[in-house]
């Protein structure tokens, strides 16, 4: 099996609708991916999930993600005041290097081992982050994304159920939009616009609680919180103002993180963006689906040949740009098979991969021999297929 490298995959695609999302979320647990889901929208906004076997470890990202991260600590663990001196002076001590893929969760870890939370605080703390992570996403336009294949968290604290995560998160969504809230984000600060005509039009009580609360310093989650209130019938209650022009939604900045971080690493390399058409020829119905799910969920258009005597003529007349072929089959055999298309100039240099359910060496030398490009084992996963993708993109980009 071929070993998995920092960054050595990272596949994209772009137009990822909602309707996708949480089809490609199965998709991710049926080939049990390992790594990262990287989206981004057209606001240039970036969220981060970790995944584990397809379940969600962490997601992080957006305009303030320390400020999600300090406030749900707050709620979950309040005798962890994130931004209290005496925690401040402890990290400033902390040795950064332990933080080498996310400090959020990575601190939260460290706070485990350490006795200074429990495990069941941080798993609330997680799974509300990421409810809020995929409440974000939700809202967001014009999303692509991108799968990046690592094994980057090692500890894993909690593992949430993806398709139960996002059928919660669709609730609540749904409950937003049913307010008449589609178009605000829950994480933007309310903040006075016409103090003179608010104050005219509204009881001096009301003025006075609004100019208190609305202080251009609290996301409307932050209020909600303040006020121990559900945030729907909070956002609700400052509509009309919203809708009138007295008070209007702004963006805040993040808070600094609580750590000082290490300079971040290299830029991975650049995505292949180029859809690719992948051919898979394996008597196995299970190979040929498992196969079909990972590569359109990576980006690219498949083909699935179950019979291997009408493998050559669909390949010569489609023209995959890679070619998985299965070693062994009935009435032929992928050795039969690559020496033809190999005879073939169009198909002189396309790249070929060999599928086994045997990793001798003999295989693999007479694979080599008849023209094979690569040669991986059965059963096929997600780390092999998709680096043995990016090993040979460059032959067909």
């Known amino acids: 099996m071929l070993s998995a490298k920092p960054n050595s995959l990272l596949l994209s695609v772009g137009n990822f609708t909602a309707s996708k999302r949480a089809k490609f979320f199965t998709t991710l647990q049926q080939i049990r991916f390992n790594g990262q889901l990287l989206l981004k929208d057209s606001q240039n906004r ?20 320390v400020r999600r991260w300090a406030r749900n600590l707050a709620i979950y663990c309040p005798l962890l005041p994130p931004y209290s001196p005496n925690l401040q002076r402890e990290l400033s001590s902390l040795d950064t290097a332990v933080f080498t893929t996310c400090w959020e969760y990575e601190l939260l870890c460290l706070w485990v081992e350490q006795q200074k939370i429990t495990l069941g605080q941080a798993k609330k703390t997680i799974q509300a982050i990421i409810t809020e992570v995929l409440f974000d996403v939700a809202q967001a336009e014009n999303v692509s994304y991108q799968i990046k294949q690592d094994n980057s968290l090692s500890q894993q604290l909690i593992l949430i159920d993806s398709q139960k995560a996002i059928a919660e998160t669709q ?13 605000y984000s829950p994480n933007s600060v309310p903040t006075i616009k016409q103090p003179e005509q608010l104050q005219a039009r509204t009881s001096p009580q009301v003025y006075q609680t609004l100019i208190r609360i609305l202080n251009g310093q609290r996301t409307l989650r932050e209020l909600a919180e303040q006020m121990k209130r559900d945030i729907v019938p909070v956002t609700r209650s400052l509509l009309p103002y919203i809708q009138t022009g007295l008070v209007e939604l702004v963006t805040l900045a993040d808070l600094a993180a609580p750590v000082c971080l290490s300079p971040s690493e290299p830029p991975p390399k650049p995505p292949i963006s180029k859809e690719l058409l992948i051919t898979c020829v394996d008597d196995d119905t299970w190979v040929c689906k498992t196969m079909e799910k990972l590569l359109t969920a990576a980006g690219h258009r498949f083909i699935g040949i179950n019979d291997g005597l009408r493998a050559l003529a669909t390949i010569l007349a489609r023209k995959p740009d890679l070619i998985f072929l299965d070693l062994v089959m009935p009435n032929t055999n992928g050795y039969e098979i690559c020496s033809k298309l190999r005879k073939i100039p169009s198909f002189r240099d396309t790249p070929i991969i060999i599928l086994t359910g045997n990793d001798g060496v003999v295989d693999q030398v ?26 040979h993109a460059d032959i067909t980009c």
């Open 366 to 391: 007479r694979a080599r021999l008849f023209g094979a490009s690569d040669f991986i084992s059965k059963p096929i996963d997600a780390e092999t297929v998709l680096n043995v993708i990016h090993k």
């Open 171 to 183: 609730n609540l969504w749904r409950v937003w939009q049913n307010a008449k809230l589609g178009n």
């Open 46 to 65: 970036q969220w981060i999930f970790y995944l584990n076997r397809g379940d969600i470890a962490y997601a992080t990202g957006g305009n303030t993600p």
